[in-house]
């Protein structure tokens, strides 16, 4: 027992001495994911939760943690560590990850002050008005945006190209965050995004999208997992679950955090609703 703590520690200086370990991977160590070319899902398998964030992963598997509002931890079994819509406060926990990702349609969704010691910091815009162009590759995991348009503030006019779908292609998985959206995609801006495994949908149902174009664009979609984020309310994410009910299986979780590969994902569209929680509050039980 003593032996195998010590196993531990030392994996743990290893990985805080030498954080590039899980960046410095080619291109080709990283499974192909299928964006673009659709693939039909394996029936029968199920989604695998796991207890907690620290913990290693199964090769060809993702977790996300759900922290707050749209923010999601992705970790791979490399150990990269990638923070969505990141607004600067994830909660007591000391974890410096490798990107953050961030939109500036309201400042719970970004920060003018990330954390120096954060390697990649990718904006969801461009400050000079042009569209933001991120194709960020870290060996295990691809980082890629599809610029859309947000509504001005006090719904005034529109700023092109003021907010990013992040796309994550890691373990064979095609993962979207669709940041604040304001508009169903367009046709050119549906092929860029591709086919999704799995989406995270802001789904409050006015500060976004209306219910309604929320579900189409989830259809159209076709992703095997979608998990509602930016509900601020029971009330609103109600009226979402009751939308999609007809056209998706729906598991409400009391955990933050799932554990999904390629080989796993549901045989039929779920929804699955994780509960907030920021790092470091309950972290063993969840």
């Not at 200086?13 to 960046?23: E, N, Q």
């Not at 000079?128 to 599809?146: I, K, Y």
């Not at 796309?167 to 367009?186: D, K, Q, W």
């Not at 092929?191 to 159209?220: C, K």
Request: glycine share 8%.
């Amino acid at each position: 027992m003593r032996n195998s703590v010590r196993h531990v520690a030392w994996l743990a200086l290893i990985g805080l001495l030498l954080p590039g370990v899980a960046i410095a991977q080619s291109e080709a160590d990283r499974r192909p994911s299928h964006c673009i070319a659709l693939v039909e899902n394996t029936p029968g398998l199920e989604v695998i939760w796991r207890a907690g964030y620290r913990d290693p992963l199964p090769e060809h598997t993702v977790r996300l943690n759900y922290i707050d509002h749209s923010m999601y931890l992705l970790q791979t079994p490399g150990g990269l560590n990638v923070i969505t819509d990141y607004n600067g406060f994830t909660g007591p926990a000391a974890l410096i990850p490798d990107v953050v990702t961030m939109n500036h349609s309201h400042t719970t969704h970004w920060t003018a002050n990330p954390d120096p010691a954060i390697p990649h910091v990718l904006q969801g815009w461009d400050d000079t008005g042009a569209p933001a162009d991120h194709h960020l590759d870290l060996g295990e995991m691809l980082v890629r945006n599809v610029p859309t348009d947000i509504r001005s503030r006090y719904g005034s006019g529109v700023e092109p190209d003021g907010n990013s779908i992040f796309i994550f292609e890691v373990a064979g998985l095609c993962i979207g965050h669709l940041g604040h959206l304001h508009h169903e995609p367009n046709p050119e801006q549906y092929a860029a995004i591709g086919r999704l495994d799995v989406v995270m949908a802001p789904i409050d149902g006015g500060m976004t999208l209306p219910t309604e174009v929320m579900i189409r664009v989830l259809q159209r979609f076709r992703a095997s997992i979608v998990l509602p984020m930016h509900w601020h309310s029971g009330n609103s994410l109600d009226r979402f679950l009751a939308g999609v009910a007809n056209d998706f299986r729906i598991e409400r979780r009391e955990e933050r955090m799932l554990e999904v590969s390629l080989r796993d994902l549901p045989s039929e569209p779920t929804v699955i609703v994780l509960q907030p929680r920021f790092l470091g509050f309950n972290d063993e039980g969840q």
